[in-house]
């Protein structure tokens, strides 16, 4: 009896397991929003098959009300700002389409019209100042396999916010989470607000720097002791007010007023009692002046004033009486008595056929000297063609108010 003969199994195949529908909506639409959350499906008659999780947001509505619906009832096909663009003349004569009213978007055919452009710019129906940037790109490549009807004629729309993006994320609230990975939108936000913030602060430091420069300026100026106007400033302002008498016949008049016996005060109480002479001084000026008058200190006991408003010679008489009144009150230091008067000389503009800034200063420094030769305390008038002399010690008005009313009413 011979062995028994060997049987041969087959080996089992193994189930076949059918591919996955990849033409299914269940499919593809997750993956398109995944990866373009702005993008916008829609079929040959221009009708909305799928739309992105970010588009959704943007357009406010369930996702049931927009699937299905036409093209134009969510989008116009224009610039924002700009109107509605319209077919071809040639598309209109074979449009299909029932009361068609020749708007772009209105029919698939018309958008198909668009996928030659590289951008597609549209306004939102239910936000007019709301513009949207795409890309149209055909579904040559989905089967038409699916129960949603995907065909060749279908078309896949990305929009982006382009240079809108900043307003328009915070218009629709928008964070990270709206926009895929690959989306530079945020790093384009970062940038932003990296550059604002480098705006700011270079805003910040431009005003810092200006009141630095104003400060400078300023203190170029301003007389450190005194607080006056100073040397530099005198000049700048006397320049401008002879630009004005000469152009404009805007008379002004200079003073100027020299301490007297101030030196004896230096000696004999020493440089602190002479600085506070000084600040005295300045502060009896500027309180007998108007606003719009100028007082500096020219150095040492010399202050120069410069009366605008073409005062007359009562006026500005009746100021030097004022002026010297103050000065001669008399100031004390730590309990010591400090006693000065004040010659004052003046000139005005209206005594000069032509005014050069050298002969004013040369004719009111020669005055004033005039008057410390007459006897201190008192005023000399005059100009290089013609001198007034008020030989007589200027008598103060009868009070402080009669003195401004005289001279700046």
């Known amino acids: 009896m011979g062995a028994p003969a060997k049987t041969t199994v087959a080996p089992r195949a193994a189930p076949t397991v059918p591919p996955p529908d990849r033409g299914g909506q269940a499919y593809w639409l997750p993956l398109l929003t995944g990866l373009l959350p702005m993008f916008l499906w829609i079929d040959e008659r221009a009708r909305i098959l799928g739309v992105g999780r970010t588009l959704r947001k943007v357009l406010g509505v369930p996702e049931a009300q927009i699937l299905g619906a036409p093209f134009a009832r969510f989008f116009a096909v224009a610039r924002r700002g700009a109107a509605g663009r319209l077919c071809t003349d040639t598309l209109c004569r074979n449009c299909e389409t029932r009361d068609c009213d020749g708007q772009a978007g209105r029919c698939g055919r018309s958008l198909g019209a668009l996928m030659a452009e590289e951008v597609l710019h549209v306004t939102l129906r239910m936000h007019p100042k709301v513009s949207l940037r795409g890309a149209v790109v055909s579904h040559v490549g989905l089967s038409a396999q699916t129960s949603a009807g995907a065909t060749a004629g279908d078309m896949l729309l990305n929009f982006s916010f382009g240079i809108h993006l900043r307003e328009l994320v915070a218009e629709f609230d928008l964070t990270e989470r709206d926009f895929s990975a690959a989306d530079l939108a945020m790093e384009m936000l970062y940038l932003e607000e990296a550059k604002s913030l480098v705006m700011e602060e270079l805003r910040a430091l431009t005003g810092r720097l200006d009141q630095a420069r104003k400060a400078a300026e300023k203190q170029a100026l301003t007389d450190p002791l005194t607080k006056l106007a100073n ?65 500096a200190r020219m150095g040492g006991d010399e202050f120069l004033v410069l009366l605008r408003g073409a005062p007359n010679y009562a006026e500005v008489r009746a100021l030097a009486a004022r002026i010297i009144e103050q000065i001669e009150t008399p100031k004390w230091y730590q309990g010591q008595e400090c006693l000065v008067s004040g010659s004052v000389g003046a000139v005005s503009s209206r005594d000069y056929e032509k005014l050069v800034i050298g002969a004013l200063q040369s004719d009111v420094d020669r005055v004033t000297y005039a008057a410390k030769a007459a006897g201190r305390g008192c005023l000399r008038f005059g100009s290089r063609s013609s001198e007034k002399v008020d030989r007589r010690r200027p008598r103060p008005p009868n009070s402080a108010s009669d003195t401004h009313k005289t001279l700046f009413s």
């Open 231 to 295: 040397r530099r400033a005198m000049a700048q302002a006397l320049a401008q007010a002879v630009d004005h008498a000469t152009n404009d016949a805007a008379h002004f008049a200079l003073l100027q007023i020299d301490l007297d016996h101030f030196k004896a005060i230096n000696d004999s109480r020493g440089h602190a009692a002479g600085d506070y002479v000084l600040q005295l001084v300045a502060r009896n000026l500027c309180e007998s002046v108007r606003e719009d008058d100028l007082v």
